[in-house]
Structures are given as structure tokens and as C-alpha cells.
T-cell receptor, first 115, second 116 residues
Framework: ETGVTQSPTHLIKTRGQQVTLRCSSQSGHNTVSWYQQALGQGPQFIFQYYREEENGRGNFPPRFSGLQFPNYSSELNVNALELDDSALYLC??????????????FGPGTRLTVL | GNSVTQMEGPVTLSEEAFLTINCTYTATGYPSLFWYVQYPGEGLQLLLKATKADDKGSNKGFEATYRKETTSFHLEKGSVQVSDSAVYFCALRGPLYGGSQGNLIFGKGTKLSVKP
């Protein structure tokens, strides 16, 4: 059984650019949540996808968007990058059923630097 | 709203010392509580959890008790090792309504360094 994987590991972009981050969920999991972890802070919930639809969203602007695919992998897209978007982006997958009650398993994260 | 407050770090201890990292929370109802650990360069790993008042979560020598009366979930370990050096996050599961969909609300983290 493979765990949650994320790509790329590191990424450097400039202000105004767009970025796509990818996450493969753990086998058997149909729910993916994305979190942003700024340096020295705890992770903050961005949004969640369940069965290919957005199923909850934190306090992030619309330029943060996502997708989930039939195999339950997911993408996080960020448009018009700002310096404050520099952070570690964590993906977490959880199992079938009522998503809010299942343990989330985290990937290693993608470190995004915006210059 | 729901929030988690944990003690500021960094915390530096000698090997075999006793560890306490304080965590208090604000929430409606009775959320599940968690401690996660993040080793350098890695993602988050669930360390332990408690789902109702007076539950004690434990794992790898770490313990935390869900105290409803003090809204606390302090992390303790009797004898730390160098390999315990990491950042520790206290978290609660947010409500299933209002957009959070039961996702996690984290504290800011406490960095622990254990010296030999």
C-alpha cells in the first residue's frame, strides 16, 4: 500500500505566475484535503475534494482552485502568485464514508517559493 | 470560532528529561483532538488522538488527556530521546458544517530540540 505522494518537491516561481501542485492519494482513499503551511506556522485548510467535487473550503481567495480526478488524485492550482503564497503545501487523503470523521494521512508536501 | 493555542517554542531539553507541551483549544461542542509531529523535511504524522472528554491518547511513550473542564490537551513524555527532536502540532477537528467539513485546525507548532 503506497502512501500519499506529492509532486514536485520544490518549486520556484515569480509573482504573477501560475502554479499547479499534484497529489496522489493513498490507496482506497476518496477524499483529498489541501493545507498551506507558512514558515513557522501551523497548516491552514485550503479546501477539500470528495468524489471529484469541492466539498468544503477555508478562508482562501478564488485564485486558489483545485481538481480531483476519477482515480482520486488531485491538483491544487494557484493563479496570480503573490509573495505571501510562499509556503509548504500539504495534501492529506482520507478514507471512504463521511469524510469529516476519517483520519487524514499527509504527504511530504511541496515547498513553493515565490520571488 | 474554533482555534488552538499551544506553547511557544523552541523547547530545548536534555535526553531523558520530562516533556510537557501545553495546548488549549476553543471550540463549539466536543471536537476530536490530535497531536501531529513533523520531522525535518517531512510531512505531518499523526502521533496520538482523543475523541471525547477524559480520553487519553498515547503512542511511542507520548500521552495526552482530553480535559473538557480546562479545554486542554497537553502533550507529555516521561523521558525524551534525541530522535524526538521535531515540531509538534496540536490540532482539533473542525465542525462538519460551515465549509470546514471536519478538517483540521492547527496550532502554530512547538519546536522541540533534545540534546544528548
Amino acid at each position: 500500500e503506497t502512501g500519499v505522494t506529492q509532486s514536485p518537491t520544490h518549486l520556484i516561481k515569480t509573482r504573477g505566475q501560475q502554479v499547479t501542485l499534484r497529489c496522489s492519494s493513498q490507496s482506497g482513499h476518496n477524499t483529498v484535503s489541501w493545507y498551506q503551511q507558512a514558515l513557522g506556522q501551523g497548516p491552514q485548510f485550503i479546501f477539500q475534494y470528495y468524489r471529484e467535487e469541492e466539498n468544503g473550503r477555508g478562508n482562501f481567495p478564488p485564485r486558489f482552485s483545485g481538481l480531483q480526478f476519477p482515480n482520486y488524485s488531485s491538483e491544487l492550482n494557484v493563479n496570480a502568485l503573490e509573495l505571501d503564497d510562499s509556503a509548504l503545501y500539504l495534501c492529506a487523503s482520507s478514507g471512504a464514508g463521511t469524510s469529516g470523521h476519517n483520519e487524514q494521512f499527509f504527504g511530504p508536501g511541496t515547498r513553493l517559493t515565490v520571488l | 470560532g474554533n482555534s488552538v493555542t499551544q506553547m511557544e517554542g523552541p523547547v530545548t531539553l536534555s535526553e531523558e528529561a520530562f516533556l510537557t507541551i501545553n495546548c488549549t483549544y476553543t471550540a463549539t461542542g466536543y471536537p476530536s483532538l490530535f497531536w501531529y509531529v513533523q520531522y525535518p523535511g517531512e510531512g505531518l504524522q499523526l502521533l496520538l488522538k482523543a475523541t471525547k472528554a477524559d480520553d487519553k491518547g498515547s503512542n511511542k511513550g507520548f500521552e495526552a488527556t482530553y480535559r473538557k473542564e480546562t479545554t486542554s490537551f497537553h502533550l507529555e513524555k516521561g523521558s525524551v530521546q534525541v530522535s524526538d527532536s521535531a515540531v509538534y502540532f496540536c490540532a482539533l477537528r473542525g465542525p462538519l458544517y460551515g465549509g470546514s467539513q471536519g478538517n483540521l485546525i492547527f496550532g502554530k507548532g512547538t519546536k522541540l530540540s533534545v540534546k544528548p
